[in-house]
């Protein structure tokens, strides 16, 4: 099943980034998965794969919203399990290189929409995620955006969202990458501000040892259960590039 609900691309209120086939850069549909072949990529998912699984939990028998599914990272890995899935986002060019990846037997629906105004009813889901996305906007967008997200989750259900971590690799390597690169990281203080006070944080988890990852690929049962170190409360929000904080409503 695939639906496309309709938006207006000249909404002048949103602040949006625009993916489409043939644009420029990271933002060209048509070039997008192709970040993420080759065997170091590939352990560079699972890892964070693993992280961001633990925090959802089992799927089975659940309604499962996913913002900003861009290609389908998300979603077609729910999918299998979840009793329905849907998936939305601005791009309807990423819409349908997503559609391309699911197949038959969980129901499923793509939605092209913005983030900060979804086009579902209020407790509507028992899962809401989005991954790899929230870094793209400013702090007051990421804030209504995780609103809304929040408006559609069902009372007790649960939220995973994934930010770019500031301060990974001690600090170092995430604060250089902030102020003298283009990665807009997250500090965990930006982070409290934007997933807003009426939600509890359950826990924290960060993601992918900054550099030597590109090392570990080469030996993955071993190091993929290193990885989990970053898990550690003491470490997780200083250790790995991405961190992912689940939320109840």
């Not at 979804?118 to 889901?125: I, M």
């Not at 992918?208 to 409360?233: D, G, N, T």
């Amino acid at each position: 099943m695939r639906s496309f609900m309709p938006r207006s691309r000249d909404n002048k209120d949103f602040e949006v980034v625009d993916y489409e086939v043939g644009a420029e850069g990271y933002r060209d549909v048509a070039r997008y998965d192709h970040r993420y072949t080759g065997a170091a990529n590939e352990y560079r998912q699972i890892v964070m794969a693993n992280a961001y699984r633990g925090l959802i939990g089992t799927l089975k028998g659940k309604r499962v919203l996913d913002v900003g599914c861009g290609s389908g990272r998300g979603i077609v890995g729910f999918a299998p399990e979840a009793e329905f899935i849907a998936g939305c986002d601005a791009s309807v060019d990423m819409l349908g290189l997503t559609a391309r990846k699911l197949t038959g037997g969980t129901r499923w629906a793509l939605v092209s929409a913005y983030a900060q105004q979804l086009p579902f009813v209020s407790n509507a889901f028992d899962v809401v995620t989005a991954l790899n996305f929230l870094h793209l906007f400013s702090l007051k967008t990421q804030r209504d955006m995780i609103a809304e997200m929040k408006r559609v989750t069902k009372p007790g259900g649960t939220l995973v969202l994934e930010f770019d971590n500031a301060l990974h690799g001690l600090g170092l390597v995430g604060l250089f990458k902030r102020f003298f690169r283009d990665e807009r990281g997250t500090l965990p203080w930006e982070a409290r501000y934007v997933l807003g006070d009426d939600c509890r944080i359950v826990r924290v988890r960060s993601a992918v040892f900054p550099i030597v990852w590109r090392i570990f690929y080469h030996a993955p049962r071993i190091f993929l259960p290193l990885e989990k170190v970053s898990y550690l409360p003491l470490v997780n929000r200083i250790l790995g590039h991405r961190i992912y904080y689940q939320l109840k409503k």
